[in-house]
Nanobody, 121 residues
Framework: QLQASGGGLVQAGGSLRLSCVASGLTFSYTGMGWFRQAPEKDRAFVAATPWSGGSTYYADSVKGRFTISRDNAKNTVYLQMNNLKPEDTAVYYC????????????????WGQGTLVTVSS
């Protein structure tokens, strides 16, 4: 089970930190990802971190602004979002990676309930 939190309303240029607490899985050996879904759009990859804590992956649209990190002791993955833009407005989902390329939704087998981020201009 994945429980995401931290969404809210923020002005453009502001920051938010999303958290996702995992239970029922071996978190230390599970890659984690963040996706987002804007109204009337498909769910899109945002960022991912492998279980090994090595390289991280980002969508081009968030590189340099968002940072994904994990705390295995707390079974938690974070998404620090800085310099937010109105186009970042979406429901953000955390997901547990099962296999395959990190950028694809089909590579994940467990999803959180989503947390809404709204960025006003």
């Amino acid at each position: 089970q994945l429980q995401a939190s931290g969404g809210g309303l923020v002005q453009a240029g502001g920051s938010l930190r999303l958290s996702c607490v995992a239970s029922g899985l071996t978190f230390s050996y599970t890659g984690m990802g963040w996706f987002r879904q804007a109204p009337e759009k498909d769910r899109a990859f945002v960022a991912a971190t492998p279980w090994s804590g090595g390289s991280t992956y980002y969508a081009d649209s968030v590189k340099g602004r968002f940072t994904i990190s994990r705390d295995n002791a707390k079974n938690t993955v974070y998404l620090q979002m800085n310099n937010l833009k109105p186009e970042d407005t979406a429901v953000y989902y955390c997901a547990a990676h099962s296999s395959g390329v990190y950028y694809y939704t089909s590579s994940y087998n467990s999803w959180g309930q989503g947390t809404l981020v709204t960025v006003s201009s």
